[in-house]
């Protein structure tokens, strides 16, 4: 995929053309981000503009046709290109992401087109126990429709932002091999949230609870969930384990819930202990 990238930024019309025709193919949109997010980050936003455009007027057709997942992507991971490249602090993007995402459920963007009461009574026929549970919770005074419009949000807009970051890193990781090679590897290894990262964070889940914006506290945790993954790479790295561990941390994560929690705690501990720097003077590093 190096000589991919290497290609587009030959030339503004290579990445603009791959971008178009990327975003334009269903399930290729991943591309047209990751393509935009390169090189946002290497000559800023406004240079990117053609590109960026490429990669969300497609996805804004895509829009139209009821699938919003294209379009977002590209927004996110263009505003996220934006801040790294200006803070060069991974944190940071994941943050402003993060926000973004939980302002687009609050908006109510990935709501179904047509609602969810047509999903909702087709679950309650195929399925006794499903129908028995919605039952009771429309008894104790839940809107079972508005709950299912939050549900489908909240999945939708997780599943955008992880999408969106993975587009990101794809980005990065190609910059990083055009003109600074190892340098996506130490940025990613060394990725961790600051106290006063984690303290914001803590309180804009608190604040959006207490309002009834439940959007952020649907995604809050992606960031630390990245600085967990982080963890994990830099100390596999630091310990030059065979890269199998990592295949089989992959797994692990995304098979069992157990271990989406062990990350959790792995970044929340980290940002406080520092893990890898431990280690490293540990190692005499």
Same mark, same amino acid.
């Given at each position: 995929?190096l000589a991919?990238?290497?290609?587009?930024?030959?030339?503004?019309?290579?990445?603009?053309? +791959?971008? @178009?025709?990327?975003s334009?193919i269903?399930? #290729?949109f991943? /591309?047209?981000? =990751?393509? &935009?997010? *390169?090189?946002?980050?290497r000559k800023?936003?406004?240079?990117?503009?053609?590109?960026?455009?490429a990669a969300a007027?497609?996805?804004?057709?895509?829009?139209?046709?009821?699938?919003?997942?294209?379009l977002a992507?590209v927004?996110?991971?263009?505003?996220?290109?934006?801040v790294?490249?200006?803070?060069?602090r991974?944190s940071?993007?994941?943050?402003?992401?993060?926000?973004a995402?939980?302002?687009?459920?609050?908006?109510?963007?990935?709501?179904?087109?047509?609602?969810?009461?047509?999903m909702l009574?087709?679950?309650r026929?195929?399925?006794a126990e499903?129908?028995r549970?919605?039952?009771?919770?429309?008894r104790?005074?839940y809107d079972?429709?508005?709950? +299912?419009? @939050?549900?489908?949000?909240?999945v939708?807009? #997780?599943?955008i /932002?992880?999408l =969106?970051v &993975?587009? *990101?890193?794809?980005g990065?990781?190609?910059?990083?091999?055009?003109?600074n090679?190892?340098?996506f590897?130490r940025?990613?290894?060394?990725l961790?949230?600051?106290p006063?990262?984690?303290?914001?964070?803590?309180g804009?889940g608190?604040?959006?609870?207490?309002f009834?914006m439940?959007?952020?506290?649907?995604?809050?945790?992606?960031?630390?969930l990245?600085?967990?993954v982080?963890?994990v790479?830099?100390?596999?790295?630091l310990?030059?384990m065979?890269g199998?561990?990592?295949?089989?941390?992959?797994?692990?994560?995304?098979?069992?819930w157990?271990m989406?929690?062990?990350?959790?705690?792995?970044g929340?501990i980290?940002?406080?202990?520092?893990?890898?720097?431990?280690?490293a003077?540990?190692n005499?590093?």
């Amino acid at each position: 995929m190096l000589a991919f990238a290497r290609w587009l930024m030959q030339r503004p019309s290579y990445a603009v053309g +791959a971008t @178009l025709l990327a975003s334009l193919i269903p399930w #290729l949109f991943w /591309l047209g981000a =990751a393509i &935009a997010a *390169l090189v946002t980050l290497r000559k800023g936003a406004a240079a990117a503009l053609p590109v960026i455009l490429a990669a969300a007027i497609p996805a804004g057709w895509w829009w139209t046709q009821g699938d919003v997942v294209p379009l977002a992507s590209v927004l996110l991971a263009t505003l996220m290109g934006v801040v790294l490249r200006e803070r060069m602090r991974w944190s940071e993007a994941l943050l402003a992401g993060t926000l973004a995402c939980a302002a687009m459920i609050e908006l109510g963007i990935f709501r179904p087109p047509g609602g969810t009461e047509a999903m909702l009574a087709q679950l309650r026929q195929s399925s006794a126990e499903f129908d028995r549970m919605v039952t009771e919770l429309g008894r104790t005074g839940y809107d079972t429709t508005l709950l +299912a419009d @939050l549900v489908v949000s909240g999945v939708t807009g #997780l599943v955008i /932002l992880l999408l =969106a970051v &993975a587009c *990101l890193a794809i980005g990065r990781s190609w910059q990083a091999g055009l003109y600074n090679p190892g340098g996506f590897r130490r940025e990613f290894h060394a990725l961790r949230l600051a106290p006063r990262e984690l303290a914001l964070l803590a309180g804009l889940g608190a604040i959006s609870m207490l309002f009834g914006m439940a959007g952020f506290a649907l995604v809050g945790w992606v960031p630390l969930l990245i600085a967990g993954v982080a963890l994990v790479h830099g100390i596999i790295g630091l310990k030059e384990m065979n890269g199998l561990w990592l295949g089989a941390f992959y797994l692990l994560l995304i098979t069992t819930w157990p271990m989406i929690l062990i990350v959790l705690l792995s970044g929340l501990i980290d940002s406080f202990a520092n893990v890898r720097a431990r280690l490293a003077r540990s190692n005499g590093q």
